[in-house]
């Protein structure tokens, strides 16, 4: 199983989703030119949660699921690169590999979420949900008026990014095994944030 070039950040990416980054570690550094390069075919690299530890310098605690993401563009700064990576499909961990010159690991792919028009409504109600809950706690509110993918499975996973969570509430999200599942679970995790906000004081 060929090993593939790891990002571990500190945020949950998800599939259909765009994931801006600033590049400064040499590691890192390393990883893009070699994908630019096409050293490593594909123009991927996967992202995965830091549980514990900091993005910079290594020695963290990552998680075992995570997203592929596509580079999609990179601009040289002074002394950094700026990239742009969109999320492609999840997978599972199975070993992390050497590290040098930078984090890779084996990985297994996961199966797409399949749709379903019976979902409609979940979905709909879903919309609402996470509409309103950012509409009331975020600041700025940007976000409650995103245009979401025409694609009914893009749009969901854009509607989980979008909403006011926290990143192991996002994990929970990510790991989700059918879009039924993932639907009831963004409705349930985003009322719950808002609970949470109203009881530390929000109007």
């Known amino acids: 199983m060929a090993a593939s070039p790891m990002f571990p950040l500190g945020s949950v990416l998800f599939p259909h ?31 995965v949660l830091i549980e514990r530890g900091s993005e910079a310098g290594g020695g963290d605690q990552r998680a075992s699921v995570g997203t592929m993401a596509r ?10 690169l700026l990239i742009v990576g969109v999320g492609t499909r999840r997978f599972t961990v199975e070993r992390w590999a050497d590290e040098d010159p930078y984090p890779r690991a084996e990985l297994s792919t996961l199966p797409d979420l399949e749709w379903s028009e019976a979902l409609a409504p979940l979905r709909a109600e879903a919309e609402e949900v996470v509409r309103r809950v950012i509409a009331r706690v975020a600041e700025p509110q940007s976000d409650a008026g995103v245009e979401l993918s025409e694609d009914p499975v893009a749009a969901v996973w854009q509607l989980a990014a979008i909403a006011p969570l926290g990143e192991y509430d996002r994990y929970t999200l990510l790991r989700s095994t059918s879009m039924g599942g993932l639907l009831r679970q963004l409705i349930d995790l985003t009322l719950e944030a808002e609970e949470l906000w109203a009881a530390e004081g929000g109007v």
């Open 71 to 80: 580079l999609v563009s990179a601009a040289a700064g002074a002394d950094d």
């Open 17 to 47: 989703v765009a994931v801006p980054l600033r590049v400064f570690e040499p590691r890192y550094l390393t990883l893009v030119g070699r994908l630019l390069d096409e050293v490593e075919p594909g123009f991927e690299f996967g992202v």
